[in-house]
Nanobody, 120 residues
Framework: QVQLVESGGGLVQPGNSLRLSCAAS????????MGWYRQAPGKQRDLVAR???????NYADSVKGRFTISRDNAKNTAYLQMNSLKPEDTAVYYC??????????????WGQGTQVTVSS
């Protein structure tokens, strides 16, 4: 199976930055897509940003120009650089990864989530 471990969340003032990391481990042959989703209280979980192993990216409109997703394929690790944070970015951020195991089974895994709070 695949485990995802997130780090980097916390409390930050509006306008400041945070960097989230997500490390995938397990019997991974290839992580085709890694992404970040977020869920605010009382709302559904929505895509924030996603990156393929060819490094194609897509972003939610609300974060374009402020957030940047990147990855290190050798380490199966994804990063989310969040700049110019706003109070509405407050949510639990979840890492997601999809790909192939060495057994050639398809996997789709979620991290445990990391809290990001933007408040003065």
């Amino acid at each position: 199976q695949v485990q995802l471990v997130e780090s980097g969340g916390g409390l930050v003032q509006p306008g400041n930055s945070l960097r989230l990391s997500c490390a995938a481990s397990g019997s991974i042959l290839r992580a085709n897509t890694m992404g970040w989703y977020r869920q605010a209280p009382g709302k559904q979980r929505d895509l924030v940003a996603r990156i393929t192993n060819g490094e194609s990216t897509n972003y939610a409109d609300s974060v374009k120009g402020r957030f940047t997703i990147s990855r290190d394929n050798a380490k199966n690790t994804a990063y989310l650089q969040m700049n110019s944070l706003k109070p509405e970015d407050t949510a639990v951020y979840y890492c997601n990864a999809e790909g192939l195991l060495r057994s050639l089974e398809i996997f789709r895994s979620w991290g445990q989530g990391t809290q990001v709070t933007v408040s003065s």
